[in-house]
Nanobody
Framework: QVRLVESGGGLVQAGGSLRLSCAVS????????MGWYRQAPGKQRELVAS??????NYADSVKGRFTISRDIAKNMLYLQMNSLKPEDTAVYYC??????????WGQGTQVTVSS
């Protein structure tokens, strides 16, 4: 069974940076079609960025600030987040990109951006 473990969150001031990591185990395929999602308090979970064979895609709210990447050999997914804003505060999760099914959700990693 696929297992997803997110890490790297924390408390950062507005304008700061964080790098999130997602360790994927139980599958050698899903790393090829992954995405980062986030859920803020009282809001629905939303797709932040995805990476597939077709390239990368970003939500308009994070374009130019966030970069998704992966290390296929290590089965790791990353999200570099720069110029963070208070509205980026959320729990961040990794999972398969839209259209590629859905794996069991991990525990997520909390990102808190103070103003």
């Amino acid at each position: 069974q696929v297992r997803l473990v997110e890490s790297g969150g924390g408390l950062v001031q507005a304008g700061g940076s964080l790098r999130l990591s997602c360790a994927v185990s139980g599958s050698g395929f899903v790393i090829n079609v992954m995405g980062w999602y986030r859920q803020a308090p009282g809001k629905q979970r939303e797709l932040v960025a995805s990476i597939t064979g077709g390239g990368t895609n970003y939500a308009d709210s994070v374009k130019g600030r966030f970069t998704i990447s992966r290390d296929i050999a290590k089965n790791m997914l990353y999200l570099q987040m720069n110029s963070l804003k208070p509205e980026d505060t959320a729990v961040y999760y990794c999972n398969t990109a839209p259209g590629y099914g859905r794996m069991p959700w991990g525990q997520g990693t909390q990102v808190t951006v103070s103003s």
